[in-house]
């Protein structure tokens, strides 16, 4: 046994001194053209395809690689690689040699991996959100405001006016440069869709370079880019179009996007009930004129009419409309630019309407029953010119601005029976400048000088025949016609010098100046007789009323431009001296006040995409010439005004807070905000009705006014089914008092509105949107037992479909429903359709549509409140059929 053992043992080791005396390998080093040892090279031994062994470099570069027994010698070659170097194949010619290797470098570039995702994409930096317009864009958008109206966290309401996450947008550029300013649906309604890269957001929008990061702002800005190859070329649609019955429309633009030069350049007319002076509505222009403390005269007169039903435009207007627009600007050299924007409107437009009214008094019911058929013929012109030089230690803004209107409207009315017929001419004149110069010294100290005058006068003249109301208007006997005359011509200035001292950590700013405002009130209510003479309808009917505001004042502001808390303090005190007087009434009196005005506006920024605002604002305001006259003056037919009290004194408080929330990446986006108002005033308006005429006069009595509101909004992109997805509450209520028939009837009234829409792409080829929007208006009064509720639902919905890359279907329709106490609901459906042909070798395509497909030719309206019920019926256009050909430059 012990023998068998060793016998094994032997063979065992004998077999593998054989092995290894029968194996071999191969030895080298690699380096590089250095002759610096390559470590972790790959050395392998190849025949042909096949691998026979594989092995590495250790630090220094060498490399010992056994060749195994069974292979052939007669193929075999050496393979050596290394990341960053050229590969380099030898043969095997002797197993016994060493095989050095020296690598020359190589540059490798990994090959493109491109990753597909459909999915919109939102890029934040800083306060700009992009959004990218092909991501959110489909087939049937024509202009870039198709595209804006479903961008998750922007809303467009009905007259264009933008706002995003809640608030709205103070800005509108046009690749950085400010063409339009506040004028943007211009560019919404005429911007290819297919030239705009992105559209951004910019939030705390600073648009003076200088103050940038020093004075806190709490603006909201948009900005679209234009796409390189549209830089450099002309862009235009132009269409022309012809329908039945009678129908006609034209479109003629031309843009240029390029970096020195901007233009939208546009001719339009049309009677097919699109209205073009939606392009001229200036968004933020009562802000602009609060924060000019220019408290413009309003017209005075009017035809009376039962204003406009709560439609959008193109369902009820009947119209023969030509616009000639023209906005250039020149950047003459960086930051220095030179702008121009001309426009002239002119309309012919009908309405024709019945109205029922009631008021219902403790004692009494009033009731106007009225038929009216109206055409007004308005021209409009605006003129601005402006240049602005905007550095970073230097700025200069300089904008003229003329505007004129000339309408001419006539009226066939009947009230309550009698037949009169009205002209109304009213002719505007409209001259301003505004003049911004600030410069930086070295101390990094900033000085201000600011400018504006304004000059304004508007005639007004309103004629009624035959004569209406003889016992009322010329002592019970007939009579030929009634004339009202009005006019405040007004001259208007506000001046001051500032001074800022920018910190480390506050931002100290101090101004003074001076504001002046001069005005004169005219008018005068003639009769004439049959016999043509013609005689003031009393010793009150006309005023000759002088005005004069002068006003000192000085402010000092502090703002904290943080990137965590941003905080704006303003400290405002006003010296303010009125005088007015009419020699006609011995009416002479001054006034003089001392009023201060605090601001607070504290930003908050909880966390990188959600922020905190509150907002307190302590206000006083008086009131303006056309509060305090004595005489009468017809405002419309049958409504007869005058004052008998001092001057309209308010003392108005403010409070809010809100709450912004978004995650961009999500694209989901929240804010909520609350305010409060009391206002406290000196006088308030009392009116005596009767089934003939309202008279109106001011009394010395105190008036307070509480309001309270809440609105929330939410905004969320649905990947899954690539839906945007947005909804809105608002909750206000507001406590008011007044005074008809000599009764005070103070009123409480509650309205809550809520909204829901939807907009999601289906396919690639079909899209789908919806949006609700449902109102309730609840008003009562504890001196009539009756109590209102107004609750109103529309619904739009539009389907798009593509069946093919060149053709496009589309169907629309709105649903309005009305319920109110007291009356049968209300119910309209509208809806519009079109067909849109692509031709691909032409930059062309023809489209048919048809609008009111339902042939629905009239509307009614109802609103009943806390003591009165009206019911209004309009003539509106029935159904057309319009085919539009379009030519894209």
Request: one cysteine or more; aromatic letters at 12%.
């Amino acid at each position: 046994m012990i023998r068998l053992y060793k016998t094994c043992v032997v063979f065992i080791l004998c077999t593998l001194c054989t092995a290894a005396c029968l194996a071999q390998s191969i030895k080298g080093t690699v380096t590089d053209s250095l002759g610096k040892g390559v470590s972790f090279a790959s050395v392998s031994l190849k025949n042909g395809n096949l691998i026979l062994a594989y092995t590495t470099t250790n630090t220094k570069g060498a490399y010992t690689l056994a060749v195994p027994p069974e292979a052939e010698k007669a193929n075999l070659q050496l393979n050596v690689s290394c990341v960053g170097f050229k590969k380099e194949v030898r043969k095997i010619d002797e197993l016994e040699a060493p095989y050095n290797f020296k690598l020359s470098a190589a540059s490798n570039q990994l090959q493109t991996v491109t990753i597909k995702d459909k999915n919109p994409r939102l890029r934040a930096h800083g306060d700009t959100l992009d959004y990218k317009v092909s991501d959110f864009s489909s087939p049937q958008d024509r202009v870039i405001g198709d595209v804006i109206k479903k961008l998750p966290g922007v809303t467009v309401a009905k007259d264009g006016t933008i706002s995003y996450n809640g608030k709205a947008i103070s800005n509108f550029y046009i690749g950085g440069d400010n063409l339009l300013d506040d004028k943007y649906n211009i560019a919404t309604s005429s911007i290819p869709n297919g030239v705009v890269d992105k559209v951004q957001v910019m939030e705390n929008h600073q648009p003076i370079k200088m103050l940038k990061d020093k004075v806190v702002s709490e603006d909201v800005a948009m900005n679209i880019t234009i796409k390189k190859d549209a830089k450099l070329q002309l862009v235009g649609q132009e269409t022309l179009g012809a329908g039945l019955p009678d129908k006609y429309y034209a479109d003629i633009n031309a843009m240029m996007f390029k970096d020195k030069y901007k233009a939208i350049n546009y001719i339009k007319v049309n009677n097919t009930n699109f209205d073009v002076a939606g392009d001229l509505v200036a968004h933020n222009y009562s802000s602009y004129l609060s924060r000019l403390d220019n408290d413009k005269p309003g017209t005075v007169l009017s035809l009376g009419t039962a204003g406009d039903p709560d439609l959008p435009r193109n369902r009820y207007l009947f119209n023969q409309v030509g616009i000639i627009n023209l906005n250039n600007l020149v950047n003459l050299q960086k930051d220095v630019q030179l702008r121009a924007n001309l426009s002239y409107l002119h309309d012919t437009q009908k309405q024709s309407y019945t109205k029922f009214s009631e008021f219902y008094l403790p004692t009494d019911t009033i009731r106007y029953a009225e038929v009216q058929n109206n055409r007004s013929r308005p021209d409009y012109m605006h003129t601005q010119l402006g240049i602005t030089i905007n550095k970073d230690k230097f700025y200069l803004f300089n904008s003229f601005i003329a505007d004129y209107s000339k309408s001419s409207d006539y009226s066939a009315l009947a009230t309550n029976g009698t037949p009169v017929n009205q002209v109304f001419k009213d002719n505007l004149m409209d001259l301003s400048n505004e003049f911004n110069y600030m410069k930086t010294f070295k101390t990094n100290k900033i000085m201000e000088l600011y400018s504006y005058l304004n000059r304004s006068t508007e005639p007004e003249n309103r004629v009624i025949d035959p004569g209406l109301n003889p016992d009322i208007f010329n002592n019970g006997v007939a009579y030929k016609q009634l004339t009202q005359n009005t006019d405040i011509p007004t001259w208007f200035t506000n001046n001051y010098v500032g001074y800022k001292i920018p910190g480390n950590n506050v931002t100290q700013s101090y101004k003074a100046g001076f504001s002046l405002q001069s005005q004169t009130l005219k008018s005068d209510l003639n009769v004439t007789q049959l016999n043509n003479a013609t005689k003031l309808v009393g010793d009150s009917a006309v005023n000759n009323l002088d005005w004069r505001r002068r006003k000192l004042y000085a402010e000092a502001g502090y703002d904290i431009p943080g990137s965590i808390l941003k905080v704006n303090v303003t400290l405002p005190v006003n010296y303010l001296n009125i005088h007015y007087n009419d020699v006609y009434y011995g009416l002479n009196k001054s006034l003089e006040r001392l009023y201060f005005n605090p601001r607070l506006y504290v930003k908050y920024q909880s966390g990188i995409e959600n922020y905190f605002s509150l907002g307190y604002n302590f206000h006083n305001d008086i009131g303006n010439i056309q509060d305090v006259y004595n005489g009468y003056i017809l405002k419309n037919y049958r409504s007869l005004y005058a004052n008998n009290a001092d001057l309209t004194e308010r003392k108005t408080q403010s409070a809010s807070l809100g709450f912004n929330f978004r995650r961009a990446i999500q694209l989901f986006f929240f804010s909520v905000n609350a305010s409060y108002m009391h206002q406290d005033a000196n006088n308030i308006a009392s009116s005596i009705l009767t089934n003939n005429i309202q008279q109106r006069i001011v009394l010395p009595y105190d008036n307070n006014v509480d309001s309270w509101s809440l609105a929330g909004n939410i905004s969320k992109y649905s990947f899954g089914l690539r839906t945007t997805f947005s909804a809105g509450l608002a909750v206000q209520t507001t406590k008011l008092n007044q005074i008809l028939n000599n009764i005070v009837m103070p009123y409480n009234t509650v309205s809550k509105t809520l909204n829901f829409g939807a907009d999601t792409k289906v396919s690639s080829k079909v899209n789908f949107s919806y949006k609700a929007g449902y109102d309730q208006t609840t008003s009562k009064s504890s001196a009539v037992a009756t109590k209102s509720k107004f609750e109103r639902l529309i619904q739009q919905a539009s389907v798009n479909y593509n069946p093919l890359d060149n053709v496009f279907f589309a169907l629309s329709g709105d649903h309005y429903y009305t319920h109110q106490q007291q009356a049968n609901d209300l119910k309209y459906m509208f809806a519009d359709a079109s067909i849109r042909y692509k031709f691909k070798k032409t930059k062309a395509d023809i489209e048919l549509s048809a609008q009111n497909l339902f042939n629905t030719k009239t509307y009614s309206a109802l609103y009943l409140s806390a003591n009165s019920f009206t019911s209004s019926t309009y003539s509106i256009p029935g159904r057309f059929v319009l085919a539009k050909v379009t030519f894209t430059l």
